[in-house]
């Protein structure tokens, strides 16, 4: 059974960093599609940013130059290195493996950007 968890949230000022971590178990790591996700109060989940079994990134552009995915295949981890982070980043950040369209969360992590 796959299982997903997330660490790395917390509290930050603004234009501060924080790297998120997703640390993956009971599956192939390096043959899923990896990605992190956000959801804030009152709003749908969104997607932040994207890395294929093949290092491919992309990001949403309200992210773009700022967060960095990245996956270690050894240590079947994802991160999500948070750079000059805004009010606005603040939100529950979820990790998400999938593979031949089958997915699969983690709880999340939350990020608090004060201002």
């Known amino acids: 059974q796959v299982q997903l968890v997330e660490s790395g949230g917390g509290l930050v000022q603004a234009g501060g960093s924080l790297r998120l971590s997703c640390a993956a178990s009971?599956?192939?790591?390096?043959?899923?599609?990896m990605a992190w996700f956000r959801q804030a109060p009152g709003n749908q989940r969104e997607l932040v940013a994207v890395?294929?079994?093949?290092?491919?990134?992309n990001y949403a552009d309200f992210v773009k130059g700022r967060f960095t995915i990245s996956r270690d295949n050894a240590e079947k981890t994802v991160y999500l290195q948070m750079n000059s982070l805004k009010p606005e980043d603040t939100a529950v950040y979820s990790c998400?493996?999938?593979?031949?369209?089958?997915?699969?969360w983690g709880q999340g992590t939350q990020v608090n950007v004060s201002s």
């Open positions: 998400n493996a999938n593979w031949r369209g089958a997915a699969s």
């Open positions: 890395i294929t079994s093949g290092d491919r990134t």
């Open positions: 009971g599956m192939v790591f390096s043959l899923y599609k």
